[in-house]
Structures are given as C-alpha cells and as structure tokens.
C-alpha cells in the first residue's frame, strides 16, 4: 500500500511516498480501508519533531472509511463498517490499524470525508467551548485564528450558544469566512492591534475567555484582554511555542486562569469519546455546525497540503485522499 512516511524530522520534504505491506490487525485492533484523511496542525509538529514520535511513522491522525479486518476482542466495530477516528497515527495512507475502541460509527447521511472533517478538529471545538470553559449565552469568547480548520466550528459552537464571538484573522477574505460562521466582530490581527481592540468592543471589561491556537505572538497580549478571573485557554502553537512564563502574571492581571488542554485526555474513555463524536455529529444532523472542506489533495500531494497549511493559506479542512 501507498503510505507517507517521515525518516527523518524537518520540513515538508522529508515526507516521502513509500509502499509498506498492508498492515495486520493485531489484538484488539482492527484494519480500516481508508477513503480520506484528515490533515491537521499536529501533524505538522509531528513532523518537524516539535512533538516526539519514534522514526520511522506514517503521519497523520485522523481517517476514515470502511472496515477492511478485524484482530481478537474486537467487538466495536465488524468488517465493512463505516467508521472514522482521531488521535492514533497513520491515517496518511491507504490503510491503517487502529485499536477498536477509537474507532467511531459514521452515521447514515454523512460522507466518509465529511467524517473525517468532521472528526479531530469538531470534537476539539466541543470540548473547548463545552467543557474546558463552558460558554454561556451572554458571554464573549476571543477565538484567535478563527478561519481555521478549528476556528471555524469553534466560532459556530460559540455562535449557537449564544455567546459573542471576536475572531481574528490574518486576512479580509478569511474575515469573511469567520463572519459567515457567526463572529460577530473580527478583528484583522495582522493589521490592527488585537490587544486594543479587543479592549475597545468590550468597553474595557475584557472577555470571559481567550481561545488561543496561535501561541507565541498572541499569548502574552491574550491575557491583557481578559476579565478578571478570565479564562485564557492555550490550545496550541501555529506560531510558535509560548516561552516560559513568570506564574505571578496570573496575579496581577486579574487572578486569572490558564489551562493548555488536548484532546486526548477529553476523549480519554470510550463513553467520553462516542459523547463528544456524537455531540459534533448531531450538530452536524441538525444543520447547525457547517464543514468547509477547502481542499482535497492526492495523498502523494501530502508535502503541499503542508505548505499550504502552515503558509497560512488555507481555511477549513483539508483532506488527503489515498
Ligand atoms: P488551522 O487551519 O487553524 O491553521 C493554522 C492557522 O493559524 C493559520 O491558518 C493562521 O490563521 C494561524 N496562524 C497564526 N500565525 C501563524 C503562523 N506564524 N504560522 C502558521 N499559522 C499561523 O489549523 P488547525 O485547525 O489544524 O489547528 C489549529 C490549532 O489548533 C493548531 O495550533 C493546532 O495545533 C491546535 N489544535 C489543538 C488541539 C488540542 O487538543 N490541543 C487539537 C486540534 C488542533 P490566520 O492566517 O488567520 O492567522
């Protein structure tokens, strides 16, 4: 089978399509077909090395399709079911084994590259703005980056709650797409001061919550923007990681919180995971959460879906297609 792996760690060339025999199911997991995968930021730190995984590894951490085989004890899922998962590598390839109790049912009426959209990046938004800091109508949320891949459903998350939303964005036409999904303001931060403005659509009284994916040019004048007792939830690093920091900030900006939450540890047990899948797919259902799938690429195309990611070019999902 087709497959990019990465031998060494650095920029996107050292993803390579190689073949590699279709993997076996061991116990407790079984063999999904892929139709499409999910292309993520975290994969982009996989790769460079920033997060450590034994070389050699095929990217990528979230697939879907149809289930090709099953290994002992598995009793999730049986051969032909369609199905779709977040968080076990090798999704970049034309098959993949994954232990059984990730692997999450597709419902009737969604697509296979919808699942996939759908899967890593949704439940993210959920857990965000319905567990790390529950959103409540009346509140505002700071989402930075909000014409991503996450951005997006975040804004609409928060949107549906009722909460206002001040996205940022890096460009006008992307400040269209975070309006479409229900920002109320949006503030180009690539033009405009976000620390000042924010101040200035909140009368000074900062918001409830900062959503944070950017990291390092964003994080410390994230925190100038928050109430007191304000909530700044530190996701991850598009730009770079955020130094170390001096906890008495905390104190003096407004005994405020600071968490730097991951989605593995809010899809930890099976419950929880099959709560969250389910929770994004029955917005989904109900035409309350819209996937924008940007782009789909050939799976031998996985180095310019990368470049296109971290140059900041896209919007929405993108999706390999092996
Ligand atoms: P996105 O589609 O959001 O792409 C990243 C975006 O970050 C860019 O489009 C860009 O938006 C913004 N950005 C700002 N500065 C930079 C920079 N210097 N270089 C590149 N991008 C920059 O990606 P994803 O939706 O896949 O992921 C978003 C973030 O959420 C990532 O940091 C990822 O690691 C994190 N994440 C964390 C999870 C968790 O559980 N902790 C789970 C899933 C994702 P703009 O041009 O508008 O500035």
Same mark, same amino acid.
């Given at each position: 089978?087709?497959?990019?792996?990465?031998?060494?760690?650095?920029?996107?060339?050292?993803?390579? *399509?190689?073949?590699?025999?279709? +993997?076996?199911?061991?116990?407790?997991? @079984?063999? &999904?077909?892929?139709? /499409?995968? =999910? $292309?993520?930021?975290?994969?982009?730190?996989?790769?460079?090395?920033?997060?450590?995984?034994?070389?050699?590894?095929?990217?990528?951490?979230?697939?879907?399709?149809?289930?090709?085989?099953?290994?002992?004890?598995?009793?999730?899922?049986?051969?032909?079911?369609?199905?779709?998962?977040?968080?076990?590598?090798?999704?970049?390839?034309?098959?993949?084994?994954?232990?059984?109790?990730?692997?999450?049912?597709?419902?009737?009426?969604?697509?296979?590259?919808?699942?996939?959209?759908?899967?890593?990046?949704?439940?993210?938004?959920?857990? *965000?703005?319905?567990?790390?800091? +529950?959103?409540?109508?009346?509140?505002? @949320?700071? &989402?930075?980056?909000? /014409?991503? =891949? $996450?951005?997006?459903?975040?804004?609409?998350?928060?949107?549906?709650?009722?909460?206002?939303?001040?996205?940022?964005?890096?460009?006008?036409?992307?400040?269209?797409?975070?309006?479409?999904?229900?920002?109320?303001?949006?503030?180009?931060?690539?033009?405009?001061?976000?620390?000042?403005?924010?101040?200035?659509?909140?009368?000074?009284?900062?918001?409830?919550?900062?959503?944070?994916?950017?990291?390092?040019?964003?994080?410390?004048?994230?925190?100038?923007?928050?109430?007191?007792?304000?909530?700044?939830?530190?996701?991850?690093?598009?730009?770079?990681?955020?130094?170390?920091?001096?906890?008495?900030?905390?104190?003096?900006?407004?005994?405020?919180?600071?968490?730097?939450?991951?989605?593995?540890?809010?899809?930890?047990?099976?419950?929880?995971?099959?709560?969250?899948?389910?929770?994004?797919?029955?917005?989904?259902?109900?035409?309350?959460?819209?996937?924008?799938?940007?782009?789909?690429?050939?799976?031998?195309?996985?180095?310019?879906?990368?470049?296109?990611?971290?140059?900041?070019?896209?919007?929405?999902?993108?999706?390999?297609?092996?």
């Amino acid at each position: 089978m087709k497959a990019i792996q990465v031998r060494k760690t650095g920029g996107p060339e050292v993803m390579e *399509l190689v073949d590699l025999p279709v +993997p076996e199911p061991k116990a407790n997991e @079984a063999v &999904v077909k892929l139709s /499409a995968s =999910g $292309v993520n930021f975290i994969d982009v730190y996989q790769r460079e090395g920033r997060y450590k995984v034994a070389l050699p590894f095929v990217l990528g951490q979230e697939g879907a399709g149809v289930v090709s085989a099953i290994g002992a004890g598995v009793t999730t899922v049986k051969n032909g079911d369609r199905v779709v998962w977040a968080g076990p590598l090798g999704s970049y390839a034309e098959y993949a084994a994954v232990p059984g109790d990730r692997l999450v049912p597709i419902p009737a009426g969604v697509s296979d590259q919808h699942g996939a959209a759908a899967m890593l990046q949704g439940m993210t938004a959920h857990y *965000l703005s319905h567990t790390t800091y +529950p959103l409540k109508r009346g509140e505002t @949320a700071l &989402v930075h980056a909000a /014409a991503g =891949g $996450v951005g997006l459903l975040l804004t609409q998350m928060a949107h549906n709650i009722g909460a206002r939303v001040i996205g940022t964005v890096s460009t006008e036409a992307k400040a269209k797409l975070a309006q479409e999904a229900g920002a109320d303001e949006i503030i180009v931060y690539t033009q405009q001061d976000f620390e000042e403005e924010t101040k200035r659509l909140t009368g000074g009284k900062g918001v409830d919550v900062v959503y944070d994916s950017v990291g390092k040019t964003t994080f410390e004048k994230g925190l100038n923007v928050l109430r007191p007792r304000g909530y700044m939830v530190l996701y991850g690093g598009s730009s770079g990681a955020v130094p170390p920091f001096d906890l008495i900030a905390l104190s003096t900006k407004g005994s405020l919180f600071v968490t730097r939450p991951t989605l593995a540890h809010y899809t930890a047990s099976r419950e929880e995971l099959i709560m969250r899948a389910g929770g994004v797919f029955d917005m989904i259902g109900a035409g309350k959460l819209k996937l924008r799938i940007e782009h789909t690429y050939p799976l031998a195309d996985a180095q310019r879906a990368h470049r296109d990611l971290e140059g900041r070019k896209t919007t929405g999902k993108l999706l390999l297609i092996p």
